[in-house]
């Protein structure tokens, strides 16, 4: 199927490029690829390597906050205040991951759970966030002094390359050596660990890279957007990410894309029509997925031509 989907990708890939002539409205397409990158983050982690983590929101949010604080108030360029965020994301995905990384199952996803809640109150206490009512107005300013972000359009090809670069970041990582191992890892821990490799180290390496990217993603949401808020480091956010992955199919390179797009635009077009009621909708469009199709949407669709092929060999 490499050829079709090396067709399929480059014909998304053209539709993301015609997206601003065909009437889409950029600010909404950023958003999705903000979030569609911090899905493909966290599938790193679940999908490739195994472990279920409930505090990406943490590195997510806190990114968001520096890279809004560093340019707002401190003046800085964007590609400095994103570069910032990012750092700060993986320093804290260094501290996470060290203390639970040696811990498996429901103990790893209850570790990161409270350390993200305390980057949650320190988010709320802490002066320069600006406590509930976020960092807002934050500017976007010139890329390298050169391209003017303030227009949505330049924001949004920047922001496709990005997103595009990352993914086929990620692609290489899967595709490399040491996603194999990532991947040995996930299957069977006790065989890799048997065959020598430091397991530790990978899944430590493994966690600061989806860090990493998740703290990116939620730098570039801050540009898009123009502000950051407690809703970006809460609890819920780390449940929506897990959402958009098991939707579109966890262990896929384009379903946490595709669960991106739909809860981003289910979001998008119930949340004037509904209100609140718009989580208790995706909730239950999550349950008729994960009942109907438990590898998720693309899951369930590459293991039917999977299925087809086996039956005309």
């Known amino acids: 199927m490499g050829r079709a989907l090396r067709f399929t990708y480059l014909a998304l890939l053209v539709l993301a490029l015609a997206a601003p002539m065909l009437g889409l409205y950029p600010v909404f397409v950023m958003k999705l690829l903000c979030f569609a990158l911090f899905a493909c983050a966290f599938n790193l982690l679940l999908g490739f390597t195994g472990l279920l983590s409930f505090g990406h929101a943490a590195f997510f949010g ?71 009512d976020g960092l807002q107005g934050v500017l976007r300013g010139r890329l390298f002094g050169v391209f003017p972000l303030v227009d949505d359009t330049v924001m949004y090809y920047v922001v496709l390359a990005v ?16 996603g194999q191992v ?28 989806s ?11 801050t540009l898009v957007m123009k502000f950051a808020t407690l809703t970006d480091v809460h609890w819920s956010m ?19 894309v595709l669960g991106a797009g739909i809860v981003i635009s289910l979001q998008n077009m119930l949340a004037d029509k509904v209100g609140e009621w718009v989580t208790v909708i995706i909730g239950a469009i999550f349950v008729v997925c994960v009942l109907a199709f438990r590898k998720g949407i693309v899951g369930e669709v590459l293991a039917w031509h999977e299925r087809r092929k086996a039956r005309k060999a």
Not at 189 to 209: M, N, T, W
Request: proline share 3%; net charge positive.
């Open 211 to 221: 860090a990493s990217l998740a703290g990116l993603a939620g730098s570039l949401k």
């Open 163 to 178: 997103f595009v670069a990352c993914f086929l970041g990620i692609l290489r990582i899967v595709t490399s050596p040491f």
């Open 62 to 132: 806190f990114a968001a906050y520096v890279t809004g604080w560093f340019v707002k108030v401190q003046n800085w360029t964007p590609e400095l205040g994103v570069l910032a965020g990012v750092l700060t994301a993986a320093l804290l995905g260094l501290v996470f991951g060290l203390v639970a990384i040696r811990r498996q199952g429901i103990y790893f996803a209850m570790i990161t759970l409270a350390l993200s809640q305390m980057v949650y109150f320190l988010c709320l206490q802490a002066p320069f966030t600006g406590g509930e």
């Open 182 to 209: 990532l991947k040995m890892i996930r299957e069977n821990e006790p065989r890799a660990i048997s065959l020598g490799y430091e397991v530790d180290r990978y899944k430590l390496l493994a966690f600061v890279l």
């Open 238 to 256: 780390s449940g929506e990410v897990i959402l958009m992955s098991l939707l579109g199919g966890v262990g896929t390179f384009f379903g946490p």
